[in-house]
């Protein structure tokens, strides 16, 4: 997408707590290789929703899959000078966000509550096949329900980043 195309609205689906730390700490999002046409998806002025999965806090059985935080992506997505390591995983492509709010630890909008009111997702019944990448575009009905949701939950970032630093964890 390029920057003189409508913007759009992506969920940007976070499975584990380091990599959401540091997207969150950094305002930068950053792809693996081989997610090259995911990550292309992504434009300049582009709305994400932040999504963390069930198991991205270590504990599937207790939490839930939530969307927690309201983004925008602010540069072009291009390859890093110096890819990113996390867990032993190589990132080498990424943009940068200006996250504008995130609701507090363990909070947010429980998406499979949504499932059955969102186009995105035509066979509820196998919605969670639909989340295994990186991002996922949403139709604008999908994204004003869900940001309907998301707003009053959302807190000031400066204010709640710190509840998801991985080194508090």
Not at 61 to 88: C, H, W, Y
Not at 131 to 158: C, F, H, N, V
Request: proline fraction near 7%.
């Amino acid at each position: 997408m390029t920057t003189t195309d409508a913007s759009a609205t992506h969920l940007l689906i976070l499975n584990d707590h380091e990599p959401l730390a540091w997207v969150l700490e950094n305002q930068r999002m950053a792809f693996p290789a081989g997610r090259t046409q995911q990550s292309l998806s992504l434009g300049k002025g582009d709305e994400i929703l932040l999504y963390t999965t069930r198991g991205c806090f270590g504990n599937p059985t207790r939490d839930l899959g939530r969307v927690i935080g309201l983004a925008t992506v602010t540069s072009e997505v291009r390859t890093l000078d110096s890819p990113v390591l996390i867990q032993a995983r190589r990132f080498t492509e990424g943009c940068r966000l200006r996250v504008h709010g995130l609701t507090p630890f363990r909070e947010g909008v429980a998406l499979r509550d949504l499932v059955p009111d969102l186009q995105v997702f035509p066979d509820p019944k196998h919605w969670s096949f639909r989340m295994r990448r990186a991002s996922l575009r949403l139709p604008e009905a999908d994204a004003t329900l869900i940001k309907r949701e998301l707003q009053p939950l959302l807190k000031p970032y400066g204010a709640m980043v710190g509840a998801y630093s991985f080194k508090r964890r």
